[in-house]
């Protein structure tokens, strides 16, 4: 048999994009190099999996459904089983958890649960971008899932420069308004406002309510991913932007992968926005007619794995924020061991690199000399066995290629250590070759 051999030029351009191959690349060195310490993926720490029962989950969901919602025990069960409504099954159990975190008054008809937030960022996309006229907007640099996100639906993306505490606004009034005047418009931003993936910025509570002010001014809805919200260190966590939205601009989007399990790929987003039928005058949440793309994308997200997360959350008494707390505190631990294991090991050895001091989050951001490159990351894991995560695929604006991320959220102290150890050894013959070479 013949194999066909297509052209990727004659492919969608999300194949050949670099931030997508770029994502492709790391996993597998992952698997290449076993014995590295990898400090690339911000995954949440195994010892939290381990605790998850499964099946105990699903029975507490199910216990839930007959008591509560009123269920038959076998109708309990087919929920489970069977395809089930596209906007999901524990909208209500999301809305308490936001209305217990943070006081946000959310109705269950509001909410589209989806298969992890990537699949929410997708939808949110769609449903509002209609057009090549239509730009997305986001923090320059981004996860990657977004701007992924937007190439997989050929929706132009502009990037908004991140400043030390917070967002260009000037830059975006002028995006927003340069945009206007050559008939298209910025339609969204996306933001993530507490310990940003990748650069670990969080905005304060000036800077959230001024950005709100511009989507008012400039006509502009905000997604907010709040996937590192719950890591803020007790007594620091600011309102989500959802919670100060006073003119209906925020579509939250949420995820239950590092609090729960990503595994479950569960998330969920929160748009509250009416939308009205131009040809029946009907109106509904904007979160119904994201459910309504959802039919096309995934159907529903899992009701299984709905079961499981829903589970958790009733035995955290509902609260995300509760169950996050064990977890944001290993996570805070382990940030601070990295941080001091740079002071000690990297500062002396290499001072030309210097890194960022986040006081939550995954991710710490160095900033080298040198340019940081794939090649440069294979030298490192073959090397010096030590993995991390180039900074330039979250730039769209060409700025990151001599900075690159850190994650320690599932390493364990000894490992931080250690591949603090490695790096500063790679660190320090890198700069010196740079220096030789130049
Ligand atoms: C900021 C941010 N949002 C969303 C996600 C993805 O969430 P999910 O796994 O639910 O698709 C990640 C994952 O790393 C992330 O860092």
Known sequence: MNTLVLDSAQLHAG???????????????????????????????????????????????TGYLVQERGLTPVAARRLLQEYGPSRGIINDLVARALTLDHGLAVDASSIVVTAGCQEAML????????????????????????????????VPVVPVPETADGIDLDELRRLCRGARSAGRRV???????DYANPSGTVLDRAARLALLDLAEQEDLLLLEDIAYGFTAPPGQDLPPLKALDAGGRVILLGTFAKVCLPGARVGFAVADQRVRDARTGQVRSLA?????????????????????????????????????????ALYRRNLALLLEALDRQVAAAVPEVSWNRPTAGFFVRLRLPVEVDMALLERSAREYRVLWTPMAPFYLGGDGARQLRLSCSYLEPGEIDEGAGRLARFLKDVVADAGTTA
Do not use: W
């Open 15 to 61: 194949i050949t994009d670099p931030t997508i191959e770029s994502l492709g690349f790391l996993n597998e060195a992952g698997s290449r190099y076993p014995d590295a310490v990898s400090f690339a993926a911000g995954a949440p720490h195994t010892s939290f999996l381990d605790d998850v029962d499964i099946p105990e989950c699903l029975d507490r969901f």
């Open 123 to 154: 939808l949110a996309v769609r449903a509002l971008c209609t057009g090549p006229g239509d730009l997305l907007a986001v923090v320059d640099p981004s996860f990657v899932g977004i701007v992924g996100a937007a190439r997989l639906l050929d």
């Open 187 to 193: 339609r969204a931003l996306y933001v993530a406002p």
């Open 288 to 328: 119904r007619a994201m459910a309504e793309l959802k039919t096309m994308v995934t159907v529903n997200t899992s009701p299984i794995a709905q079961g499981v997360v829903g589970g958790m959350l009733l035995r955290h008494g509902g609260s995300l924020a509760g169950l996050g707390r064990a977890k944001a």
